[in-house]
């Protein structure tokens, strides 16, 4: 079953833009809804208010208990608008005065006061007409009390505010699928790059390892990615050339023996011979193979070092008692060829024993074939203040030129072009001896200059 897809990147994008365009259009209309409609609710409040001081400048002027209302006043006060209803009650809240036909509510009646005035109260009629109104209570002449309701017909406002609200809602509504439609022309614009580089991505192939993303190109926020894909594809195309090169070098080496038993199986069976004969050739034979058992063995330590699965052991070694062991084994040859053997100084580190023996004899054993008769080969260890102890290996000879230096502990490198082939080396003993250090966290370096060739081995410390 295959795994779902991810949503699309313009999707997503788009789909937020909307969403966050909707809020903000959403919450801009609530605001201007609320404030026309406060600017609604201040107009009639002010129209209210108006008459109220009116109805009670009017009210105040009576003198005594019994003195009858001045209709002709409250009309002609209160009175001339069709929208505007006004009412006196006396303290039984039976009606003294109505300039129109309105049942007010009673709640409103019956809490009148200045707080009232200013809240305006809102109510349907039984009619569906939409009111607004405000109540005060007067005491005036010689203890009467008056309640003065006054209302104001707000049903154009209504319609204008339902109106107001269908339009308002259906202009959002095709703003926020403009703003949709706009955020995924914005966002496919602005993903165009990556088109750029899935296509340049797709050019790519294993012949073409050389091509590379175009930062310049592209917006700053993408040139990072861009730029690791590029140092990621250098990484790959060296990687690339560097097994296309060994695959070259090892075709290379095994063929070498391949063909030389071969050949010797070939010529043996043209003809009999005698049973020493047999044995001479099956001991050439077996040294070839046992050189294509080395070949072997050392590739795949190495194929086990690069994949990490080369653990070593830890113990505590002297590497003076371990150089001293292995100078010992090659003070009879360093004899013939006329070459001095010498160790220096003392350290105590912890690693494999049977590894590190093999990287400190890998450069012995390079140091030797490389240092001329009457030549030095010498050792030194020097502990150093953070724990870590060097193991230098110097010989005198020729210097290996500095364009060779880098690639000395690639596989099946020699930097002599005509030994490149001899049968003395299969070309791997400088690799393993890094695969080593690295093992164990130390590391090997190379420099060669004023007749001197030195290999430093940078080994981790005793505990």
Do not use: C
């Not at 993903?191 to 592209?218: F, M």
């Not at 730029?227 to 990484?235: H, I, K, Q, T, V």
């Not at 080593?436 to 410390?461: E, K, N, Q, W, Y």
């Amino acid at each position: 079953m295959n795994p779902p897809r991810s949503q699309s990147l313009t999707l997503r994008l788009t789909l937020l833009f909307a969403l966050a365009s909707a809020l903000v259009l959403f919450l801009l209309g609530l605001f201007i809804g609320n404030a026309v409609e406060r600017h609604f609710i201040e107009m009639d409040r002010d129209a209210l208010a108006n008459k109220m001081a009116a109805a009670r400048a009017i009210l105040r002027g009576i003198s005594g208990t019994d003195a009858a209302l001045p209709i002709d006043y409250l009309d002609a006060a209160l009175s001339g608008d069709d929208d505007l209803v006004a009412a006196v009650y006396d303290d039984k809240l039976r009606v003294l005065y109505q300039s129109a036909e309105l049942d007010f509510p009673p709640e409103l009646l019956a809490n009148p006061g200045g707080a009232a005035t200013d809240r305006p109260m809102k109510w349907t009629a039984d009619d569906g007409r939409h009111w607004r109104a405000i109540a005060d209570r007067l005491l005036v002449g010689d203890g009467a009390t008056y309640t003065v309701a006054i209302a104001i017909e707000i049903s154009h406002h209504e319609h204008f505010m339902e109106s107001f609200r269908v339009t308002l809602w259906i202009f959002m509504t095709t703003a926020a699928f403009a703003m949709g439609l706009l955020g995924w022309f914005v966002v496919r614009r602005g993903l165009a790059p990556l088109q750029t580089i899935k296509r340049r991505a797709g050019e790519i192939t294993a012949r073409r390892l050389h091509t590379r993303l175009p930062v310049e190109a592209i917006p700053l926020e993408l040139a990072d990615v861009a730029g690791a894909l590029n140092d990621m594809l250098s990484r790959l195309e060296e990687s690339f050339q560097r097994l296309s090169d060994f695959s070259s070098d090892l075709a290379h080496e095994l063929r070498t023996p391949v063909s030389n038993l071969l050949t010797q199986t070939q010529v043996t069976l043209s003809r009999a011979r005698t049973a020493e004969e047999y044995r001479e050739i099956l001991a050439i034979n077996a040294e070839e193979f046992e050189r294509l058992s080395r070949i072997i063995a050392d590739m795949l330590f190495l194929a086990q070092a690069e994949n990490r699965q080369i653990i070593p052991n830890r113990e505590q070694l002297e590497l003076a008692d371990e150089v001293a062991s292995l100078l010992e084994f090659y003070e009879v040859l360093a004899e013939e060829k006329g070459i001095r053997l010498s160790a220096a100084g003392e350290g105590r580190v912890a690693g494999d024993r049977l590894m590190l023996r093999r990287a400190v004899n890998n450069l012995l054993a390079n140091a030797l074939h490389h240092t001329p008769a009457g030549g030095a080969v010498d050792v030194s260890i020097e502990p150093q203040d953070s724990g870590e102890v060097l193991l230098t290996v110097t010989n005198t000879g020729p210097e290996i030129p500095a364009e060779h230096l880098p690639r000395l502990f690639d596989r099946f490198y020699r930097a002599d072009p005509v030994r490149q082939r001899s049968t003395e080396g299969s070309g791997l003993g400088l690799a393993i001896t890094r695969s080593i250090l690295i093992a164990h966290g130390g590391d090997v370096s190379v420099s060669s200059s004023g007749g001197l060739t030195r290999f430093v081995l940078r080994l981790p410390p005793g505990s």
